[in-house]
């Protein structure tokens, strides 16, 4: 992938931000016309806003048994956990990977392995703080079961968080995808949470910063034990 200047300036914008933007932007020169230093408020959140629907492009690891971060922000917990019982994937724990989105993040979410699609179901819930465990079972969220080439399956739920009033997923049943594809959103603030097969160990650890569509949290045929981290 050829990267510019330009794109690394000024990435592509998702399509759900220009519901956004121009409202940002006229009630800044509103506020402009009606008292300047609050435009100079207005214009700082309006440029806040262009950041946080940005839809950079990003370079994914190819490789069987690549699980691959959805998200981008901090991996917040590691713990294990069943899987939503939306999905029916029965109530044995497996290991739950969660990356939590500041509102300062990227948000566009992105699958994290190669497979298709059993099911994508959404929850209405509540609207605690996403960095909550509760929220994984309280919270408003679209789950997701993907089969895997092996076999296996994994799954992946959007979770809307304090401030966040909507899930974007544009997933349907039977699709197939790839690792690393855009899939949708959520906004403004919100959290990921991946659910591993059973046995595998992730690659990550809490804390660490994980970059969607980059960071592999997992690999499906290694070995190696759970990772710790060190603040440096």
């Excluded at 009606?34 to 370079?59: E, K, Q, S, V």
């Amino acid at each position: 992938m050829k990267l510019s200047m330009a794109n690394y300036l000024l990435p592509p914008i998702h399509p759900e931000g220009w519901r956004f933007i121009p409202l940002f932007a006229a009630a800044a020169a509103g506020l402009f016309y009606l008292y300047p230093p609050l435009g100079w408020l207005g214009t700082a959140l309006t440029l806040w806003c262009i950041a946080f629907f940005r839809n950079p492009d990003r370079t994914t690891p190819v490789g069987p048994g690549l699980v691959i971060s959805p998200a981008d922000g901090i991996v917040q917990m590691i713990v294990p956990a069943a899987p939503p019982p939306e999905l029916e994937m029965g109530d044995t724990p497996c290991t739950r990977v969660s990356v939590f989105m500041s509102v300062f993040n990227c948000h566009v979410n992105r699958i994290p392995a190669d497979g298709r699609i059993v099911k994508s179901v959404y929850r209405p819930g509540k609207f605690f703080n996403a960095s909550l465990d509760k929220a994984s079972a309280d919270n408003e969220r679209q789950s997701v079961r993907l089969v895997l080439p092996d076999g296996r399956e994994i799954a992946f739920v959007q979770i809307a968080g304090l401030v966040a009033r909507r899930i974007r997923c544009d997933l349907v049943a039977s699709a197939v995808v790839r690792a690393g594809e855009r899939f949708g959103l959520i906004r403004f603030g919100s959290r990921l949470d991946v659910y591993l097969p059973e046995g595998v160990m992730p690659l990550v650890a809490v804390g660490q910063t994980a970059i969607a569509g980059e960071t592999v949290l997992a690999d499906l045929f290694g070995v190696g034990p759970a990772r710790v981290g060190e603040v440096r």
